[in-house]
């Protein structure tokens, strides 16, 4: 009898704990979506270094060249100065490969860090000529 009691208690642990792991992806995976759709229609000016908070969440916006490259944004100020948006210490290990950037165009994926054991969520967003 106790043995399947812990199998049962196993067993509902490990759904709940699958169940709660899906649903916190997919909220993040509903936000990177958000944020990824409003960036084309945010004037240059108005979008936050480095990307932007949404809740307590923080994001990383990186523009890609057709070759897969990192291309800095470049932000003008009112003082007529610019600003220049500069990589996070720990970036996303995202492939310079275009067959990778189109592969996983439109679709979240999980990448790991450049650095250090954590990972990244990321959504690769095509975009027109900016």
């Not at 169940?19 to 759709?37: E, N």
């Not at 999980?110 to 095509?126: C, D, K």
């Amino acid at each position: 009898m106790m043995l399947l009691v812990a199998v049962a208690l196993t067993a509902i642990s490990t759904a709940g704990v699958t169940i709660l792991h899906r649903q916190l992806l997919d909220r993040t995976d509903f936000q990177l979506s958000t944020v990824a759709g409003a960036y084309p229609h945010t004037p240059l000016a108005e979008r936050p270094p480095g990307g932007g908070a949404g809740g307590s969440a923080v994001f990383q916006i990186q523009r890609r060249d057709a070759d897969g490259k990192p291309v800095q944004d470049g932000c003008e100020l009112a003082d007529g100065t610019r600003t220049w948006v500069l990589p996070a210490t720990r970036d996303p290990a995202i492939p310079e490969d275009p067959a990778w950037l189109e592969e996983h165009a439109g679709h979240p994926v999980t990448v790991p860090a450049s650095t250090g054991g954590s990972s990244w969520r990321v959504l690769v967003q095509p975009l027109a000529d900016m």
